[in-house]
């Protein structure tokens, strides 16, 4: 996990995981994702970030290492239940969906400047043969 001075942009569309409980702690208070991350002194939505681009088991395991050292908190689950659940709030396939969008489009422009300069020729080309049929024709 990282270090909560590592200043992220705060993105609300992890705001229904950070802001889920994971238990009660000792007071009897509910202790969010958000809460339990700030007290490790981690960033929260780094965290968000970081659980959202992993395989969905590998950040239900890693979700579930952290919950299980949270000293003081009473869980109605063990942790792995826990973590499954609140992964399953993550913004998972959007963030899927754009680095696909972004994969695809970084393809399309290293491509495009090869077939633009083809469509330049054979436009050149076929201009070429246009004037020469042209000339022989009609002049």
Known sequence: MTDATSGT????????????PIGDDTNGMLLSVLSALARA?????????ELARLPRDSAIQRLAQFIGTIQGVVLGDDSK???TRLVALLPRQQIFETAVADKILSRRFAVRPRLTL???VLGILI???????AVKHFG
């Open 41 to 49: 002194k981690l960033d929260p939505w780094k965290e968000a970030a």
């Open 81 to 83: 239940t826990v973590a």
């Open 9 to 20: 942009q705060l993105r609300s569309d992890f705001d229904n995981f950070l802001w889920s």
């Open 127 to 133: 201009v070429a043969v246009v004037v020469e049929f």
């Open 118 to 120: 083809i469509n330049i």
